[in-house]
């Protein structure tokens, strides 16, 4: 800071890498986070009640983003990390929250990017090695590809411009639309029944409807789709 200024968009991406370890999961991309983020607006609020007498919204040190890089595991469950990794990213998008509503008013900004899984320069070749699962990837994303690091630093990007001034305590997922499909759907497509039509009206038997029609309207039971 005494170097290069002041700061004026904060981003978060460490992560933890080593032996399954609750303590140092959390410590750090929880703990140091929250930290980093204390000592920073602590500092800008000491500086506001020397330097402005308490007034509010004044921010000196001209931060203006707080972005942390978290991941789909924060909502949904990847099976290939652990669960203090998945509990991690879930306590990174909740202090998100809390903190842009107690750094708004000093005009601080906090959002998180939750990335799928994506193509990074460490797993450049491992990717290009197993071609199979790369098409999967592709074949389960609405985009049909994969995300790469750009995607990422693009959002990154936008959360801290000025396109995003009315934005803050959110979560923008990258994933190319994977998240946002019907679990049941997406199996059937990678099945054997992929071709299988399952709409209401071959779920609801004929009896089903006959006694919808004589009390008062009531929706019937949808049947199992599996019975």
Not at 2 to 19: A, D, K, M, V, W
Not at 74 to 86: K, P
Not at 172 to 191: F, M, N, T, Y
Request: glycine fraction near 6%; proline fraction near 4%.
């Amino acid at each position: 800071i005494t170097e290069n200024g002041p700061i004026t968009n904060l981003i978060f991406s460490q992560r933890y890498r080593g032996e399954d370890s609750w303590d140092k999961e959390m410590a750090v991309d929880v703990v140091a986070t929250k930290n980093i983020i204390d000592y920073l607006t602590g500092n800008i609020t000491r500086q506001s009640n020397i330097t402005h007498h308490g007034s509010a919204g004044v921010n000196p040190a001209n931060l203006k983003t707080i972005t942390i890089i978290s991941s789909i595991a924060g909502q949904y469950i990847a099976e290939e990390q652990n669960i203090q990794y998945h509990l991690a990213k879930a306590a990174l998008n909740q202090l998100v929250r809390y903190y842009a509503a107690m750094l708004g008013p000093q005009g601080i900004r906090v959002n998180s990017v939750s990335p799928g899984t994506t193509i990074k320069e460490e797993s450049q070749e491992f990717y290009a090695q197993n071609k199979e699962l790369t098409e999967l990837y592709q074949k389960i994303t609405p985009l049909r590809r994969m995300g790469v690091a750009d995607d990422v630093a693009k959002a990154v990007a936008f959360l801290c411009g000025d396109d995003a001034s009315f934005i803050t305590g959110q979560n923008l997922i990258v994933d190319g639309g994977v998240s946002v499909q019907g679990h049941e759907a997406l199996a059937r497509r990678l099945s054997p029944l992929q071709n299988q039509v399952i709409t209401q009206s071959n779920l609801v038997q004929p009896n089903q409807v006959a006694n919808w029609n004589s009390k008062r309207n009531r929706p019937p039971p949808v049947k199992d789709r599996w019975d």
